[in-house]
C-alpha cells in the first residue's frame, strides 16, 4: 500500500523543522512519499524542505512539484491531488504537525479494515500560538470513533482542519474539477467524501493545528469566520445537487445569529435576562 503526503506549503520557514519531522517520524509499515506543493514562497521554505529531506534516513521518499507563481490556496492543493497516485492520501499543512509515530497508519488501517468509510480524521490538539493555549474537544460518546454524515457536516463543520484527513486515494482522484472553482477546505472536502461513504471520526489524538494571525483561516475573527461561510454555502449547496438544502439552512440561521445576534422572542427575552439569573436558571433544569 502506498500513501501520498501532501505537504502544504507558503512562507512557513520557520516551521518546517518539526513539521517535516514529524512526518519523518513515521514508523509506518507501508511505503509513503511526501508531495511537496509549495506556493512559491518568498521565503526559504522550499530550501528547508529540500534540506531537511536531502539528510532523510528514513523509508519515507519526496516528491518535489514544480515551481510556478503563486497559485492561490485552492489551486495549490487542485494541483498536489493531482500528483497522488497512492492508495490513501494524507494532508500536512506547513504549520501543523502530528504528535505521534502511528498517525498514519492509525486511519490507514483502519480504512482497510472498513471499506464502508471513505475518509478518516482525527481529533486534533488546536493551539493559539499567540495566546500560548491549546484545546482539545472532548470525546462525548462512547467508542474510540464515530461515523459522521454529509447532512450532519452541512450542520456545522465537525473537522476543523486537513492535517488530521485521510482519504482514500481512489476518490481524491475521482474528485470534479469544478470542486477547485470554489472556496474549499476541510469542511467542503469532507461532504464531498461523504457522497461515497461515511466519514469515520477518531477519538485518539495525534496531530496539532496552529492558530496564529498568518493562518489562513485563523487570522479572521468570529464574525468574519461565519461571514465567510455564509458567503460560500449557496455553491455548496448547488454543487452537491441540494440534497442537504435543509441542513445548510439550519447552519445558516445559527451563523447569521452568531453575526448579527438572536432577534427572536427568545434572543432578546436573554439579552435583558441578567446573568445571574441565568446561571439559576440553568441549575434548576440540570
Known amino acids: 500500500m502506498k500513501i501520498n503526503v501532501i505537504l502544504i506549503t507558503y512562507n512557513q520557514e520557520s516551521y518546517m523543522p518539526q513539521t517535516l519531522g514529524s512526518i519523518l517520524m513515521q514508523n ?3 511505503e509513503v512519499e511526501v508531495v511537496v506543493a509549495d506556493d512559491a514562497s518568498s521565503d526559504n521554505t522550499l530550501a528547508t524542505i529540500k534540506e531537511i529531506a536531502s539528510k ?23 494541483r498536489a491531488f493531482a500528483a497522488c497516485d497512492g492508495d490513501f ?12 509515530n502511528d498517525h498514519l497508519d492509525r486511519h490507514v488501517n483502519f480504512l482497510l479494515a472498513h471499506s464502508e468509510y471513505s475518509m478518516s480524521f482525527n481529533r486534533h490538539v488546536r493551539l493559539w500560538v499567540d495566546q500560548g493555549r491549546e484545546e482539545v474537544i472532548p470525546w462525548e460518546t462512547e467508542g474510540d470513533n464515530q461515523s459522521i ?29 469544478e470542486l477547485f472553482d470554489m472556496e474549499i477546505a476541510d469542511w467542503m472536502l469532507g461532504m464531498v467524501m461523504g457522497q461515497y461513504g461515511a466519514i469515520a471520526f477518531q477519538k485518539e489524538v ?10 489562513q483561516w485563523s487570522k479572521m475573527n468570529e ?15 448547488r454543487f452537491l445537487e441540494y440534497k442537504y438544502t435543509k441542513d445548510f439552512a ?30 439559576i436558571y440553568r441549575k434548576l433544569i440540570d
Not at 155 to 165: E, F, M, R
Open 56 to 78: 532523510n534516513e528514513t523509508p519515507i521518499t519526496f516528491k518535489f512539484l514544480p515551481q510556478t507563481q503563486n497559485l492561490g490556496y485552492v489551486q495549490n492543493y487542485k
Open 149 to 177: 454524515s454529509t447532512a450532519e457536516l452541512a450542520l456545522g463543520n465537525k473537522i476543523g482542519n486537513l492535517s488530521c484527513c485521510v482519504f482514500r486515494g481512489d476518490l481524491v482522484r475521482s474528485l470534479k474539477p
Open 206 to 215: 495525534t496531530s496539532a493545528y496552529r492558530i496564529h494571525d498568518g493562518g
Open 223 to 237: 464574525q468574519q469566520q461565519a461571514q465567510t461561510v455564509l458567503n460560500i454555502i449557496d455553491d455548496y449547496d
Open 28 to 30: 509506518s509499515e507501508h
Open 89 to 100: 492520501v494524507a494532508i500536512m499543512e506547513g504549520d501543523d504537525y502530528w504528535t505521534t
Open 250 to 279: 439550519l447552519h445558516k440561521k445559527r451563523l447569521n445569529i452568531r453575526i448579527y445576534g438572536d432577534k427572536s422572542l427568545r434572543g432578546r427575552i436573554k439579552r435583558l435576562t441578567p446573568s445571574c439569573i441565568r446561571n
